[in-house]
């Protein structure tokens, strides 16, 4: 029998969309709208899109409004705004209200490694943390989930596919779990040659062919580099050997990712592609709530296609697995290398192949450490985003 109102655990219904202006962030606000009282967006933050911000801030009221891009908050736009609601600015807004008592849960939403002090304070405070920004476990796994444990906090996936193995898992205990696979769509480039992808324009690596996401994921779904943070992202988060993770193509994005057991059952998630579905599932489980995304259709005929990945022709995956094994600093240099190699892409100043070559050359550069602190990453990170930036100018 499924339970209808939100169990009560603290008061996780009052809730912080870090990353509001994004896709993940506009997504989250949708399901607050339609879960209704008592869940609510209690505070909101953007980093350039002030607007837009600001028209949600009026539409929710929420207690707290971070604008984290210091140079945009003089002047904004507060009328519409009760006196109750209190403004923040600057990077330092993300970790103060991810450890305000209001606050019960934290949809880590932001892009990229900016994510990561807000996601850890999070977990240091004890809250539920519905996790999009995979960057942060990418960067700082072992701290951030270290962070949960000792701090009695609840770390839910929002990526579909690890809320699709967190779903699965259910069906079985620790032990009897085989190997977990994510699947993956492939991106614009599954059935490109080589020269396509030499070739490849920003608008075509921009052109996924199931999702709508920023632009960031999408050219790392583009690499498949997106498949390598998630080989990473589940081994910290199911605390799972690299070697039990496997990476199948799944063109329709149907099947979010499954479990198999010991006894070679296998335990899948599916639903039509809509993100609304896992950040849905991260604010209310264990319940399960009526939800605004589309149903599956079975009046239909359709076909599920399922193939193996091929790590010669999308190398970002072997480096996925390779920093899911080795852990340590790796994490840290291949997220900020790729985090730059991207913008660099975007900006027209390297060939989309250039984008996992360079992660690929910097992570073999660095001086590996088996067990940074923060400080350590956060240096080794601007380290990789100035030597990727040194060699893009060098080619
Ligand atoms: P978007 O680019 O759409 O949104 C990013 C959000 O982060 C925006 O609100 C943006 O603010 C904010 N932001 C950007 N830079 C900074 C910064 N330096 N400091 C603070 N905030 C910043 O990204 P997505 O929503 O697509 O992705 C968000 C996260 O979720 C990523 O980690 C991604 O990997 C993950 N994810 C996304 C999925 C998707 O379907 N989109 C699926 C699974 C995971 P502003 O817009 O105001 O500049
Ligand atoms: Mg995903």
Redesign the pocket.
Known sequence: MQVNQPSSYKNRTSIAV??????????TLDVIRHLGSPWRAAAL??????A??MQSARQMQPDLVAI??DCLVEGVDCSGLTDEVRLLRG?EG?VQIAQDPRIGTVV?????S??LPSTLAAAKAGKRLAL?????LVVAGELVMAAVRQHGGELIP???EHSAIFQALRAGSDKQVARIVLTASGGPFRNATQAEMNAATVQDALAHPT????????I?SATMM?KA?EIIEARWLFGIPSDKIQVVIHPQSIVHSMVEFTDGSVVAQLSPPD?RL?IQYALTYPDRLASPCPKMNFAQPWNLEFLPADPQRFPALTLGWEVANRGGSTGAVLNAANEAAVGLFLAGKIKFPAIVAGCRRILEEHNYSPSPELEELMRLDQWAREEIHKWAAAC
């Open positions: 870090l990353g509001a202006t994004g896709s993940i962030g506009s997504a933050t953007a980093h350039s899109q002030i837009s911000l984290t891009d990077a993300l880590a939403a932001v892009v990229g900016a994510g999009a920004n995979k960057e942060a929002v990526d579909s999702w709508q996401m920023g632009r960031k994921i999408t790392d997106n943070l993100m896992p």
